[in-house]
């Protein structure tokens, strides 16, 4: 089992910035991926961001390219991720996400393959 808690959200201005956090716990090292996601209102969960959880691969959703980066500390054993020029279309519940089981060529950003979740925190950009 895996256990994820997020922080970091909070209300700010179109084109400033916030900095989300994301802290596994329990059997941390049968992670392979660690991923963003986000759901607005009326709207279905999407990708964001990813990383592996070994190595420096990352991806990303091209909505968020340019702006957002995913990052890991692993003295902290967190995963981050950046957030710049923020538009208000970003405001969303934004989760983080961990998968454990499977290989795969190429960074999954399907949520479905995403075992364990934490419980969202929010991101409100005003215009």
């Known amino acids: 089992q895996v256990q994820l808690v997020e922080s970091g959200g909070g209300l700010v201005q179109a084109g400033g910035s916030l900095r989300l956090a994301c802290v596994p716990s329990g059997r941390t090292a049968n992670i392979k991926y660690m991923a963003w996601f986000r759901q607005a209102p009326g709207k279905a969960r999407e990708f964001v961001a990813a990383?592996?959880?070994?190595?420096?691969?990352?991806t990303y959703a091209d909505s968020v390219k340019g702006r957002f980066t995913i990052s890991r500390d692993n003295a902290k054993n967190t995963i981050h991720l950046q957030m710049n020029s923020l538009k208000p279309e970003d405001t969303a519940e934004y989760y983080c996400a961990a998968l454990t089981d499977g290989q795969f060529l190429v960074i999954p950003t399907t949520a479905g393959r995403y075992k364990y979740w934490g419980h969202g925190t929010q991101v409100t950009v005003s215009a």
């Open positions: 990383i592996m959880r070994l190595g420096s691969s990352t």
